[in-house]
């Protein structure tokens, strides 16, 4: 089973929609959480750390549930340029970042 | 521009070939990391220097796989015997480990395609 379980999509959303996505993870004792996104063959830039509180950056929501060990994102007033993969990122106590395969996000106008 | 950076972007060798790659990290960052994605994949972790010294090797990495990162700046991997499954995308990040957030930062990659 692997760490860290995403939905692939595609998620073909109208712009100015609401857009959710989800991943659940398997180490409990993971300590750090993270949103990256990737654009066609191109390198993962990260988009927001996950904290238990919930964190918001603009249009986008993060929350981090560890008892479901259960983290989400949330894109608000997607725009066209939100196209783009989506990768859950977990971080258990040692350096290496454990990715799920990514959620492909595309905004149509 | 003070990213990572990748040399080459690009490479297609034989099978049975030997390969070498460059990461530069940001000039401060005093941990590097090497990751492996192949198509429809997220990366998976390969391995991980703390200045010079190599700290973490995953599974992934086996004997044909070798990382340095001799003065602590720039590192190599080379891959030696080249096989097909070993065509990917090669990405390197580095870190701060004085930082409050060690966050890692990915350079554009190597894509290797093996014949």
């Known amino acids: 089973r692997k760490e860290v379980e995403q939905d692939p999509g595609p998620f073909n959303v109208p712009e100015g929609a609401t857009v959710a996505f989800n991943c659940t993870y398997s180490?409990?004792?993971?300590?750090?959480f993270f949103w990256y996104r990737q654009d066609c063959r191109k390198e993962p830039k990260l988009l927001m750390s996950?904290?238990?509180s919930g964190n918001e950056d603009g249009r986008f929501t993060a929350q981090l549930n560890r008892a479901s060990q259960y983290i989400s994102l949330l894109i608000r007033d997607s725009k066209l340029s939100d196209s783009a993969t989506y990768l859950c990122v977990v971080q258990d106590s040692g350096y290496a970042l454990n990715f799920g395969k990514g959620t492909s996000l595309l905004v149509t106008p | 521009d003070t990213g990572v950076s990748q040399n080459p972007r690009h490479k297609i060798t034989k099978r049975g070939q030997n390969v070498t790659f460059r990461c530069d990290p940001i000039s401060e960052h005093n941990r590097l990391y090497w990751y492996r994605q192949t198509l429809g994949q997220g990366p998976e972790f390969l391995t991980y220097?703390?200045?010079?010294?190599?700290?973490?090797k995953s599974r992934l990495l086996s004997d044909r796989f070798s990382a340095e990162r001799p003065k602590g700046s720039f590192s190599t991997l080379e891959i030696q015997r080249t096989e097909q499954g070993d065509s990917a995308m090669y990405l390197c990040a580095s870190s701060n480990r004085d930082s409050d957030t060690d966050t890692q930062y990915f350079g554009p990659g190597t894509r290797l395609t093996v014949l």
């Open positions: 220097f703390q200045n010079e010294a190599q700290l973490e």
């Open positions: 996950v904290y238990s």
């Open positions: 180490n409990s004792a993971s300590q750090s």
